[in-house]
């Protein structure tokens, strides 16, 4: 075990060190209809053992700038047109191929959305553990045998070495999940991507990824970018939160202010969708009998060819005549707490009302 924990004790020591910094991302795709801008002018920093946020509607960008930072992006028709992106102090946009295939996997790995889709049907989960081993680590093939057995137990997986010899057809959606974060956390990375890691879980399952997620995360000392839609996750897991709405981060804030203050009306509106159990079964009195789920008024826009002004302004109660005809900056409005809205002090002020 001590092989698989080797960082633990610099944990501490670590914590304030930048691991990951993304600046001026942009990622396009390149298509018959025009440019698809799935991602347009990312930028964010992660810690070392910092937990970080990214929520959106479907379509927005989350996935494809977790493609992008490791360098996934189908080419064609996508392509990373600016930016760079800094795994501790190094460009990845600046490597060669052969070069960023030992970088991942193994200072930076993913726990990709759908497991089934993503491990090998003819190869044992073992193998698939102990490849991804071995291709960054000096071992012979036992040793990485042993050492994916090994993580396998580590990530709660009943009779690890039984299982090992398995197939993913043969495992359950839960254990298929927890494979997949025992290869991403195999050789020990310095950040892991998790997108969406708990889709088409039952709840109970879903709680018991988050916890192990959570759990190897504190204990290796691994920074986390959780890709997610699901705010009542977010208020569990995240540290940070960036949100995002066409292609672009519109707000940024600690999960705290988000929850309590959020300045951009489609984080406002994300956060009011939340259904509240009490207020719809009526089981609290001080709560309206069965309250009406509300909504975001609309459909995320199509990325290809984005008329100028605010993305969602189509879709917000506070648009202006400014709102339909420039983007607005992105601004810093409290300390560690940026958005880009035009009447973001106004909504500020409301709340403080």
Known sequence: MNTVLENQSATTSAAAKTVLEVEGLKTYFFVRQGVVKAVDDISFSLKAGEKLAIVGESGCGKSMTALS?????????????????????????KLSDAEMRRVRGNQISMIFQEPMTSLNPVWSIGIQISEAIML???????????KAVEMLKLVKIPEPAR???????????????????????????????????????DVTIQAQILDL?????ERMGTAVVLITHDLGVVAETAQRVIVMYGGK???????????????????QGLLAAVPHLAAMS????????????????????????????????????HASDVCCNEFPPYEMKRPGHGVA???????????HA
């Open 69 to 93: 930072i490791l360098r996934l992006v189908p080419d064609p028709p996508g392509r990373i047109v600016a930016g760079s992106i800094r795994l501790d102090g190094r460009d990845l946009l």
């Open 136 to 146: 960054h680590q000096d071992v012979s093939r036992h040793e990485a045998f042993d």
């Open 163 to 201: 299982r090992a010899r398995e197939y993913p057809h043969q495992l359950s959606g839960g254990m298929r999940q927890r494979a997949m974060t025992a290869m991403a956390l195999a050789c020990n990375p310095h950040v892991l991507l998790a997108d969406e890691p708990t889709t088409a879980l």
């Open 213 to 217: 997620i959570l759990e190897l995360q």
């Open 249 to 267: 981060k519109v707000e940024e804030a600690t999960v705290e202010e988000i929850f309590e203050t959020p300045l951009h009306p489609y984080t």
């Open 282 to 317: 009526g089981l609290d009195a001080t709560l309206p009998t069965r309250t009406r789920l509300k909504e975001i008024p609309g459909i995320v826009p199509a990325l290809v060819n984005l008329p100028k002004g605010c993305t969602f302004a189509p879709r917000c109660a």
């Open 341 to 351: 809205c035009w009447h973001a002090d106004k909504l500020q002020g409301d709340q």
